[in-house]
């Protein structure tokens, strides 16, 4: 009896263990660079963060670079089909929907990034102190009300976007060597792809808007069953838009 009693505490114990286990995976997968919150309503304006989760390696992030699709030349699709008409098929008020909060707090240097239209579709921030690789950090900005297309079935829009945490400043074709940067880049063949099976390859931050079913539900032709769009940036945006200008001149990656 004892025997028995003693062997089924020792099973619930292992299983004890590989839960344990499980969760303490789950938890170093979500310890990848993210904007929170995860999701943000339709008509909401919304406070964000980009959470810097770690470093690269044992190296401290120097300053971070992050770009939004600008919906331009994007590319879109629909419950994984590509589409090809325009974004405002789905979101009619895209662009500009981004801005970020100035705070020293945890860099000393920091300032948008505009597309062709002169919409912010990104920032970055950097330098002064380092963010400790085994600490997190936050760097605010907030998002405008972003409203769907009413005639649209969509129901929930997703955006790739594309971060670099940069722990050592070196050229483009340098930043695989040293730990020098941490990407969370959707592969979309810019130079800022990372290798394929590296840290967090083809693994960028989402920045997601769900639809208010209350206020703007889906019409009648939808049959009830909303629409998954997703948008990523096209590799000549990326290329465009990720490298840090500071006071007219590119200071990283290396010109
Ligand atoms: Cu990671």
């Known amino acids: 009896m004892r025997t028995v009693l003693s062997r089924s505490l020792f099973n619930s114990l292992l299983a004890f263990i590989a839960i344990i286990g499980v969760v303490h995976q789950n938890e170093s997968a979500f310890a990848h660079t993210v904007i929170q919150p995860t999701e943000v309503t339709e008509g909401k304006s919304s406070e964000n963060y980009l959470v810097i989760t770690h470093g690269c390696s044992e190296n401290p992030v120097m300053g971070s670079s992050v770009v939004f699709p600008d919906g331009l030349d994007s590319t879109i699709a629909v419950n994984g089909n590509p589409h090809t008409g325009p974004l405002s098929d789905f979101v009619t008020n895209w662009g500009n929907s981004i801005q970020l909060y100035q705070d020293r707090s945890v860099f000393s240097e920091q300032d948008v990034k505009r597309d062709s239209k002169s919409n912010v579709v990104g920032f970055w921030a950097g330098g002064g102190r380092t963010v400790a690789p085994h600490l997190f950090a936050r760097i605010a900005f907030v998002s405008s009300s972003v409203l769907f297309n009413s005639e649209s079935c969509a129901q929930k829009i997703r955006f790739a ?5 940069i722990c050592k400043i070196t050229a483009i074709d340098d930043m695989s060597t040293d730990n020098a940067v941490s990407l ?3 592969a979309v063949g810019s130079k800022f792809d990372g290798t394929p099976g590296g840290h967090a390859f083809d693994f960028p931050a989402f920045f997601t808007i769900t639809r208010d079913l209350t206020e703007n539900p889906l019409p009648e032709s939808c ?8 948008v990523r940036p096209s590799a000549a945006q990326v290329d465009r838009d ?4 500071f006071n007219g001149a590119q200071v990283w990656p290396q010109p």
């Open 223 to 230: 049959g009830g069953v909303g629409q998954q769009i997703s």
């Open 242 to 245: 990720m490298p840090i200008q």
């Open 184 to 186: 969370w880049v959707p």
């Open 161 to 165: 976007v594309a971060v670099a945490d």
